[in-house]
């Protein structure tokens, strides 16, 4: 984090982010002298209710985060920064998008746990869109001209007001990571066995495994719990992906399975009543595949440098991870956020396993024709992931993967990432050619 101090005695000259936090109410003149590198601007957490016109004076801009702010209307003026990209506004006041507010370069918008009821047809009318995350509004609807944006890979419509899912949404090419519960759609469930409940007085907190969205993970002991377990603790009512009770919900539908990591517990009794699930603990061999996507990649994940990994290694991940979804998806739960920073994995034994359901969704087992869209959406998803083990997988002889095989793992991928969704295979079917495709390996 900056310093103001460091802004106004020219220390920060030539830099391409500035991440000011100091309870702004206004951008300080000395920003302009920037205008020629900075590209990343980040003034989330201070007390800002407009930004000033000479905004495009920032003319290398891409990047503009001003969450937790005062925000009621998104500014117009980010409309006129050309370069402009990323723009993020979480958890302000917003009500408001006036369509001029909107970059004409758009890639990735951010108005989570705000006040929007509804959207500009302008919205459609951006055709670099990707990223789309509008959870914890109050939207009803989604505006028609949206169908228009065909390049869109992730959308975050949870703890809205919608009423339906659009059939245009589940036409979309390129659609691979969908949360949409916790809206008035009207869907019926069978009711859940109840998870065991531990208060927040019988753990014994300890070191901080990870962060994501939603939440942190620590390990804790649990009185009366033999083993440590992993406790998630939820940052706020409303996450990046939806709400903690809808996670909850999706993790009860989901079951246990040898490549999922669900809950056994849930937390009670914080004392700032925040929420929390308790989980297995992974054992410390377990690593994370890659790590999120970053403000370049935008949608997709990033690999740790020059990785490359056997083949053997590659379609065993491949085989769990679509074993788990295809068990998922057999229990009407859409996981939503199906990507390799949400897969551990053993190095050494080549397990994996599928966590973080923040982003899942509950699909109705009475709509067979609604579900088989949604899911078919997540089948994208695999096929990325596919991709991304085919690219990561070493050509080294003599461990290199057999053409037959390699060729065979790109037809399933190349299948997967159809653009037509319909004609995208099942993940059941997915998962028992992994599995065909592991064992020849093996064999």
Not at 238 to 250: H, I, K, W, Y
Not at 260 to 275: C, F, G, I, K, N
Not at 293 to 298: I, R
Not at 319 to 333: E, F, M, P, Q, S
Request: net charge negative.
């Amino acid at each position: 984090m900056h310093t103001l101090e460091q802004l106004r005695s020219g220390a920060l000259a030539g830099t391409r982010r500035l991440d000011l936090a100091c309870g702004l109410t206004e951008l300080p003149d000395d920003i302009w002298a920037l205008a020629d590198t900075l590209e990343v601007l980040n003034l989330s957490g201070n007390r800002l209710r407009d930004l000033p016109h000479q905004l495009p004076r920032l003319h290398k801009l891409q990047v503009l985060f001003a969450s937790d702010n005062d925000f009621e209307v998104l500014p117009e003026v980010l409309g006129d920064c050309h370069q402009l990209q990323v723009v993020g506004f979480k958890a302000n006041r917003i009500a408001q998008l006036p369509p001029a507010a909107l970059p004409p370069a758009l890639r990735w918008l951010i108005l989570t746990d705000n006040a929007l009821g509804h959207l500009p047809t302008a919205l459609g009318e951006r055709p670099a869109l990707q990223k789309l995350m509008l959870a914890g509004n109050r939207l009803t609807a989604l505006p028609e001209s949206l169908q228009a944006a065909q390049r869109l890979e992730l959308l975050r419509i949870s703890a809205n007001r919608l009423s339906a899912v659009p059939v245009w949404l589940t036409e979309w090419p390129r659609l691979s990571w969908l949360a949409l519960a916790g809206n008035a759609m009207g869907w019926d469930f069978p009711e859940e066995t109840a998870l065991p409940e531990v208060p927040w007085a019988a753990l014994r907190l300890g070191a901080l495994l990870g962060e994501g969205a939603s939440g942190h993970i620590h390990r804790v002991q649990a009185s009366g719990w033999p083993q440590p377990l992993a406790l998630k603790l939820f940052k706020g009512e409303v996450t990046s992906d939806g709400l903690p009770q809808d996670e909850l919900a999706a993790c009860l539908a989901a079951g246990e399975h040898p490549s999922l990591t669900t809950p056994v517990a849930r937390l009670t009794e914080h004392p700032a009543q925040a929420s929390g699930l308790l989980m297995p603990l992974i054992p410390a061999t377990h690593v994370n595949l890659a790590g999120p996507p970053s403000l370049q990649s935008c949608t997709r994940d990033v690999y740790p440098s020059g990785l490359r990994m056997p083949p053997r290694l590659a379609l065993g991940i491949a085989h769990d991870v679509a074993n788990a979804v295809a068990h998922l998806h057999r229990r009407g739960v859409m996981h939503g956020d199906l990507y390799a920073h949400n897969i551990l994995i053993d190095p050494v034994h080549g397990q994996a396993r599928l966590g973080d359901f923040g982003a899942a969704t509950r699909l109705p087992m009475d709509q067979p024709d609604l579900r088989q869209r949604l899911l078919a959406i997540e089948v994208r998803a695999f096929g990325c992931l596919l991709q991304e083990l085919a690219d990561h997988t070493t050509a080294t002889v003599p461990v290199a993967m057999p053409e037959a095989t390699s060729e065979a793992l790109q037809a399933l991928a190349h299948a997967c990432l159809s653009p037509v969704p319909s004609e995208r295979p099942g993940m059941s079917d997915v998962a028992a050619q992994c599995g065909a495709l592991a064992n020849a390996l093996a064999a």
